[in-house]
């Protein structure tokens, strides 16, 4: 795995510190209305997982699986939520957890269908934010961990057609390898 990235740009003490001072932050802003936190799944588990220990509230979690690349390296265009929620999330704050925001089709497709169903309000908190990306919309992160250009990202739950996501850093991906 660790050959197939061109160079680290986030190494896994960096991104620690990042998600130790984002989950203060969270608990500051929710302190007394805990919100209920959605992972969108697949490539957000690691973030939310370790942000989660991070929150020092009583949080409920919930996931949804919501996709607009399949194996490819950009959007298809179409989001397709794969999996919804299990809970009811009427006069509640959600939320969201993402790893990276990109083109923003997806996480505006599932902030509306959240603000939809009566939700009390509704904010992203992201890994990444591509932020030389051609977003669809204005949807901005509430919170973020770290900027990134416009390459190819791959570990600490990102992936490539489903491999990379178990690296402990951030690293931009070989275009060679996604050019095949």
Known sequence: MHADVERILFTEEQIKNAVKELGKRITEDYAGDPPIVVGILKGSFIFMSDLMREIDLNCDIDFMIA??????????????????????ITGRNVLIVEDILDTARTLTAVKDLLMDRSAKSVKIAALLDKVTAQRVSDLTADYKCFDVGNEFVVGYGLDFAEKYRGLKYIGVLKPEIYER
């Open 67 to 88: 996709k607009s690349y399949g194996n490819a390296t950009v959007s298809s265009g179409a989001v397709n939520i794969v999996k919804d929620l299990d809970t009811d």
